[in-house]
């Protein structure tokens, strides 16, 4: 999505803003550092890439040109729409209420993202069978785990190009917890 003459202007904004760094590149890095950089960024469109850059350069303390890997994460912070660890119990919990008897059906209630970290609908059953306290500290602490997981690889996979992450594969790193 980011073109040729929308990647230049990624970096010239980025040489405008620290221009010591960039006044001995030659032709050849400069072509070199536009093609990695539009490679990188050819899931994104112009308008992601430069927010995330203006919102780099805004908070940026230390005086360093951005390299891709902070704008990528820059990009995440800002469409991040992970659900708060918090909310992930609340919601699990609500679906173990009525996990003795309605699990199967509480379990396709749930939004993926949390059907992947219980990880299969018999789960709930037995964690319905549990005590309050086995469930609030064992089960609650394996779940944010979990999760947190979940969002590290995410977060790691939704950094790269396309064309790299498919060949990985999304696949899940987290699965049943009891």
């Known amino acids: 999505m980011l073109n040729k003459q929308e990647t230049a202007k990624v970096i010239a904004i980025i040489q405008a803003t620290y221009p010591s760094f960039y ?5 050849a890095s400069q072509k070199a550092t536009l093609d990695i950089w539009r490679s990188i960024f050819a899931d994104h469109d112009y308008a992601e ?10 908070t940026d303390t230390k005086g360093y040109p951005p390299v ?19 909310e992930i119990w609340i919601i699990i919990r609500r679906a173990i209420s009525n996990g003795r008897y309605g699990y199967t059906k509480e379990f396709a209630k749930l939004p993926s ?10 789960a709930l059953r037995e964690w ?21 997981a979940h ?6 996979l939704d950094m790269l190009p396309t064309t790299i992450s498919a060949r990985i594969g999304k696949r899940s790193v987290i699965g049943y917890v009891s």
């Open 151 to 156: 969002l590290e690889r995410e977060k790691e």
């Open 113 to 122: 993202v949390v059907q992947k970290i219980v990880g299969d609908p018999s």
């Open 68 to 86: 891709p890997g902070q704008l990528n994460a820059k990009i995440r912070t800002l469409r991040d729409d992970a659900v708060p660890e918090q």
């Open 23 to 27: 006044e001995k590149a030659d032709t």
């Open 49 to 58: 890439v430069s927010s995330a850059l203006m919102a780099f350069i805004a």
């Open 128 to 148: 319905a069978d549990l005590d309050d306290e086995k469930l609030n500290t064992i089960i609650r602490a394996q779940i944010v785990k979990s999760y947190q």
